[in-house]
């Protein structure tokens, strides 16, 4: 493919985070502009499960002074996301593994009138059984919301996406099924705190934080990894459990010390131990807990047509 002038430095920034882009491609926006998305590893002959996409406006300079220390900082989070046995997979507080895919960057402005931001996408069920379980999604960022991104482009925005999807899964307003229609996601202030200048989508404690940690480990690397180590001071994980990366070590060194997972020698990756295995019919009912309460439930009368609407 012909390379855009930008293409170049946007792979420069790559490899200064030790990532290499193994394939690029056209692409579009849903507003129709010029893209190019991105397959990133860390190193060629990676397996697609353990790469990230990164599609970019061809209009993005990564070099801008604006955008530079933001974009070198997704790109370094991604090397050590990239890590994890399946990098594009995460869990929710209410205990769901799921993983994300088909996201269309950047932001387009919304069609139907509303003065809103979307970016659409999708998120599937990954409880190891290969699920047919996903939800479409369209996350829209208001007006007012808008104004407190610094841009539209993927590194800037996918953190706090991929939070609001867990926290509307977490809520019970975002169903997995087998088809359907794309189901909104809703990305307002409330996500964000003017007075601390930080996102924040819930308020954790060190108890919560461990069962958090224990459950990652748990489904990303016992049960979708082979017992490969996953990365658990993620900073993405971080704002969405309102918690600083020294917290999470302390989660973290907790679980080791009670024998609840295997720390790598930089004590930043785990892997579960036979212990934390042994609870895997816990974390399968609490799985189960979570997709009964996000499944939508029916007054029985009026599917049977008594009513009086």
Excluded at 161 to 176: F, S
Excluded at 178 to 192: A, E, F
Excluded at 231 to 256: C, F, G, H, M
């Amino acid at each position: 493919m012909s390379q855009t002038p930008t293409q170049p430095q946007i792979a420069a920034a790559a490899a200064a985070a030790g990532i290499q882009i193994i394939a690029s491609e056209p692409a579009l926006s849903l507003a129709g502009n010029p893209t190019t998305r991105f397959t990133l590893a860390l190193g060629a002959g990676a397996p697609p499960s353990r790469t990230l996409q990164l599609q970019l406006s061809d209009t993005f300079d990564p070099s801008a002074t604006a955008f530079a220390p933001q974009f070198q900082l997704f790109l370094a989070e991604a090397a050590n996301r990239l890590r994890n046995p399946r990098p594009s997979a995460f869990v929710t507080l209410s205990g769901i593994p799921l993983s994300y895919s088909a996201f269309e960057w950047p932001f387009h402005e919304s069609t139907a009138g509303a003065d809103t931001s979307l970016v659409h996408g999708q998120v599937n069920l990954e409880d190891g059984e290969n699920s047919p379980l996903h939800a479409k999604i369209a996350a829209a960022m208001t007006v007012t919301f808008r104004d407190i991104v610094h841009s539209p482009e993927q590194p800037f925005a996918e953190s706090f996406i991929l939070n609001a999807v867990r926290k509307t899964m977490d809520q019970g307003q975002l169903e997995l099924v087998k088809s359907g229609n794309r189901q909104p996601v809703p990305v307002t202030t409330r996500y964000y705190s003017a007075k601390q200048n930080k996102f924040v989508f819930n308020d954790t404690d060190e108890t919560q934080r461990r069962h958090f940690l224990a459950s990652k480990t748990f489904w990303l690397s016992g049960v979708l990894g082979n017992g490969a180590p996953v990365w658990l001071l993620d900073p993405r994980d971080a704002q969405y459990l309102n918690a600083t990366i020294a917290e999470l070590k302390l989660s973290v060194e907790s679980l080791a010390k009670d024998g609840l997972i295997t720390l790598s020698p930089e004590r930043a990756y785990a892997s579960p131990t036979a212990t934390l295995l042994a609870q895997r019919p816990k974390f399968q009912e609490e799985l189960a807990h979570a997709l009964a309460f996000i499944k939508p439930s029916f007054n029985e009368s009026m599917r049977g047509g008594h009513t009086n609407m």
